[in-house]
T-cell receptor, first 114, second 116 residues
């Protein structure tokens, strides 16, 4: 069994400020963890993934996430927000065998103010 | 190259009607997934194909939902006797397959289904 909790349905930041989107997971097996971004009227796009290599994972568009097993967390960060980062962000978890079908969180809407 | 495409982009139907939603995966991708995304929720898994066969259909909510992929490429999600609760965005994704490893899923833009 696996699940994801994303804290905060909406996060609002100013342009240039730090972005922090929180994700906690539950998994009965060592997990794979993902962050996806969804822009309006577009499909989900993979930002980054953790698959048991380095615990600090760097993704596209300057985002990164750190896998912390002791905290069962995989928070997404970006040092400086840009207006173009405004989108819906989804954290997801999957097991390490079989079809790797992810279980998604409910999503966090990132709002960036000028 | 072309990504995953889904048609129609929007579908409005009446309660009780039958609908078909189509997914064209990336050429050469053997794995295909269907998800449903309700308002304010993350995508929810419905069914997964490996080639022509449904490898996992545990996410289909009931027997009104059915999906096929007869030639291992295009897939059709079929919903019979639609209900208002079926209203959602239906997402399709595809990935290549290699034994023992994770392969990135590429998502289409979705079909927004509205049941009146």
């Amino acid at each position: 069994a696996q699940s994801v909790t994303q804290l905060g349905s909406h996060v609002s930041v100013s342009e240039g400020a730090l972005v922090l989107l929180r994700c906690n997971y539950s998994s009965s097996v060592p997990p794979y963890l993902f962050w996806y971004v969804q822009y309006p009227n577009q499909g989900l796009q993979l930002l980054l993934k953790y698959t048991s290599a380095a615990t600090l994972v760097k993704g596209i568009n300057g985002f990164e996430a750190e896998f912390k097993k002791s905290e069962t967390s995989f928070h997404l960060t970006k040092p400086s927000a840009h207006m173009s980062d405004a989108a819906e962000y989804f954290c997801a978890v999957s097991g390490r065998r079989g079809s790797y079908i992810p279980t998604f969180g409910r999503g966090t809407s990132l709002i960036v103010h000028p | 190259g072309a990504g995953v495409s889904q048609t129609p982009s929007n579908k409005v139907t009446e309660k009780g009607k039958y609908v078909e939603l189509r997914c064209d995966p990336i050429s050469g991708h053997t794995a295909l997934y269907w998800y449903r995304q309700s308002l304010g929720q993350g995508p929810e898994f419905l069914i997964y194909f490996q080639g022509t066969g449904a490898a996992d259909d545990s996410g289909l909510p009931n027997d009104r939902f059915f999906a096929v992929r007869p030639e291992g490429s295009v897939s059709t999600l079929k919903i019979q006797r639609t209900e208002r609760g079926d209203s959602a965005v239906y997402l399709c994704a595809s990935s290549s397959t290699s034994r023992g490893g994770y392969n990135e899923q590429f998502f289409g833009p979705g079909t927004r289904l509205t049941v009146l």
